[in-house]
C-alpha cells in the first residue's frame, strides 16, 4: 500500500487513454496492432522513421506501419533487456548469457541486419546497466550500479571502453537525454529528478525535493516515484508510480511548471485501466513499464495486462 500526503494533482484538459495494441493474452502474435498480442511489454522507444521498438520479455517486437513483427536476430541465446533508437539504429542491453566456460556475460548491443553486434560486453557478476541513453552524436550513456564496489555511476562508452563521469545516488534508476546533449536522470528512491551538465560534470537538482515524496504539479512540482522518463521539444515526461505527469522546460534548463496527463493514485497492483478519459485511468505500476512520445502522443508499455497504451 503507499500513503501519500498533500497532493495536488492538476491534470491536462481532453486528454484520453486507450489500447494501442495487445489484448492481455500473454503470448508472442504478430498481426495488425488490433489483433497483435505481448507476453511482457516492457522497455519501448521510437526511432526516427516513427517505428516502435519493445523489448518484450527479451524479444524485440516492432511496430511499424500498423502492423507489429519480431525481429530475429544472432546469436538465438541473447535476449532484450533495454532498447533505445539513435536515429534508425537499434541497441539494446542483454540479459545475463553464458559463455562456454559457464561464465555470465551482459552488455550493450547493436542490431545490424539479423546480427546483434556488441558494443560492450562485460561480466554479469560485476554490474548491472539500469537504463541507457544516446546523444546526438551517437555516445551512450548509461547509469551502471557496480556491485564489486557497492556504487552507482554515469558513464560513459566509447566504442570497447567505458568510462566512469561521475558516482551518483544509488536511487537513481532512469535517465534520458536532452536536445543539448545532457542527461535528466530519476530518483525513484528520494523521489527527484536531478539534471547532468556534460561538459562540466555539474550535477544539479532539477525538480522535486529529495526524500519529500509526493504528487504536486504546478510551478514547484514534487514527485513520488518516477520510473521511466522521457524527453521530447522541451518537456520531460514522467511515469511517476502510476502517473504519467509532464514538466514543461524554459530555455535556462529550468522547470517552469508540470501537470498530469493521465492516471490516479490506486493501491491497486493489477487495476483494469478502461479506456476513456485519461483522468479517470488506474494505470498498474510496474518497474519495467516505460514511456515515448510520438507526435504528440505517449505511448506506455503495460506489463502487468501485456499491452500498450496511448495517452492522446
Known sequence: MIIVYDTTIKYAANKTISTYAGHGARKRYDSTVDKMEFLSPESMDIAADGSIFISDSGAIRKISNGKSETVEFEPSYISSAIVRCYGNDVYFTTNAFEDESGEQYYGIVKLSGNTADGIYITEAVYSKITDFDIDSKGNIYA???????????????????????????????????????????????????YYYDVP?????????????????????????????????????????????????????????????????????????????????????????????????????????????????
Open 143 to 193: 547509469l551502471i550500479n557496480n556491485v564489486g564496489m557497492g556504487a552507482n555511476y554515469i558513464a560513459r562508452f566509447n566504442k570497447d571502453d567505458m568510462e566512469y563521469l561521475k558516482e551518483v545516488d544509488q536511487g537513481f534508476t532512469c535517465m534520458t537525454i536532452d536536445k543539448n546533449d545532457n542527461i535528466f536522470l530519476g530518483n525513484s528512491v528520494k523521489g527527484s529528478i
Open 200 to 312: 562540466t560534470g555539474e550535477l544539479r537538482l532539477f525538480a522535486g525535493v529529495d526524500d519529500n515524496t509526493r504528487f504536486v504539479d504546478g510551478p514547484d512540482p514534487m514527485f513520488f516515484e518516477p520510473r521511466s522518463l522521457f524527453y521530447k521539444d522541451n518537456s520531460l515526461y514522467i511515469m511517476d508510480y502510476n502517473l504519467l505527469r509532464r514538466i514543461e522546460i524554459n530555455n535556462g534548463n529550468i522547470a517552469s511548471y508540470s501537470e498530469t496527463f493521465a492516471g490516479k493514485i490506486s493501491t491497486e497492483l493489477k487495476p483494469q485501466t478502461k479506456d476513456g478519459k485519461a483522468s479517470d485511468a488506474e494505470i498498474a505500476p510496474s518497474y519495467l513499464m516505460e514511456i515515448g512520445v510520438l507526435d504528440g502522443k505517449v505511448y506506455i508499455t503495460d506489463p502487468v495486462n501485456d499491452v500498450l497504451r496511448v495517452v492522446e
